[in-house]
């Protein structure tokens, strides 16, 4: 192939590998890979692998791709990851800590260089492991309680406290948060960010915390539904991401109760979809593609030898987008 292309080898070696983009001259990398493509080669990634202790791979571990939040934030990962020479190998983990445990152990087994991973619990043993080997790893929204790993994230907290000041400047006092399993560190953060907005502001919301067991639509129906058949009266909702608010509007509707007429709804994230519903959905943005692009780059970096704090973390700036699922109570519920 070399001496088709009437270069060294070394030369058709660099032309080839796309870990070293750039190095030679557009119009010789050109002749090389059409010589590869007329003589039909294929670089062996794993003769590769052995000779530079490279594989060119990266794992990445998600909770859940029919979340709408997960795929941009994967092809920030992946475009980063392009760019760089390495390709990204994708596993689901449906939010099963065994399951996870099983796709970490497969990925290293595959020699993967390092891992981007999105933790189906805050106590993952799994996760934590990781903290003590070799293998680079950062974490992408969700953390987990060791803190022993560096994470990328939305500023949860700023956009949760953006969020109340919004609806208590409507004139709402009594504000429920329905949000996701006790389990994942996203739950937590947002929920400490609520109480403490609530108390800062002097608003009352003693008894309307429930807890959905899934960051989905059906769990946030089925939390809503339970804060419903209370005696507990409250004007505003904060949910715990954009699926449990959809949940929340299929129960508020089944009781006959209109938003954002009768009760105020704010969600978290601003998925693609929540625009378009009736009514477009208050809600936090988070940069979704950045923090992917923020997550591989980090891993970049630390795969290239940069010597970084395990316990570094980066929160990326939130946005309240208001629509009109928020407006003033009709009626102001008792403190």
């Not at 490279?54 to 979340?67: A, E, H, M, Q, Y």
């Not at 087994?109 to 189906?120: D, N, P, Y």
Request: glycine share 8%; charged share 20%.
């Amino acid at each position: 192939m070399a001496r088709r292309a009437g270069v060294n080898p070394a030369t058709a070696s660099r032309a080839l590998n796309p870990a070293l983009p750039g190095r030679i001259s557009a119009p010789t990398e050109r002749r090389v890979r059409e010589a590869a493509r007329a003589l039909g080669y294929r670089p062996d990634p794993v003769a590769r692998s052995l000779r530079t202790r490279r594989s060119g791979f990266v794992g990445v571990v998600v909770p859940d791709l029919t979340n709408p939040v997960i795929p941009p934030i994967v092809r920030g990962i992946e475009g980063v990851l392009w760019t760089a020479g390495i390709a990204c190998l994708l596993a689901d983990t449906d939010n099963d800590p065994e399951r996870e445990a099983l796709l970490v152990d497969e990925l290293l087994a595959r020699r993967c260089e390092g891992l981007i991973v999105s933790t189906a619990t805050r106590t993952s043993e799994t996760v934590n492991a990781l903290a003590g080997s070799e293998v680079p790893t950062v974490l992408v929204t969700r953390d987990v309680d060791t803190r022993s790993l560096p994470l990328v994230a939305g500023d949860d907290a700023a956009g949760v406290d953006a969020a109340i000041a919004h609806l208590a400047g409507l004139g709402h006092r009594r504000i429920a948060h329905v949000t996701g399993p006790r389990n994942l560190s996203t739950t937590i953060t947002r929920l400490r960010a609520f109480e403490g907005a609530v108390q800062r502001l002097g608003l009352n919301a003693f008894g309307l915390v429930v807890h959905g067991d899934a960051f989905t639509a059906g769990a946030g129906r089925r939390a809503a539904a339970q804060l419903l058949s209370r005696d507990d009266r409250f004007t505003a909702i904060l949910a715990g991401n954009d699926l449990i608010a959809l949940g929340c509007l299929e129960a508020l509707a089944a009781s006959g109760l209109r938003c954002p007429e009768d009760v105020s709804l704010v969600g978290h994230n601003d998925t693609p979809m929540v625009a378009s519903l009736r009514p477009p959905l208050t809600t936090v943005a988070i940069p979704q593609r950045r923090i992917g692009v923020q997550a591989a780059s980090m891993l970049v970096r630390r795969l290239d030898g940069e010597e970084s704090p395990n316990n570094e973390r980066l929160l990326l700036p939130t946005e309240l987008i208001v629509r009109g699922s928020t407006a003033p109570p009709r009626v102001t519920a008792p403190n």
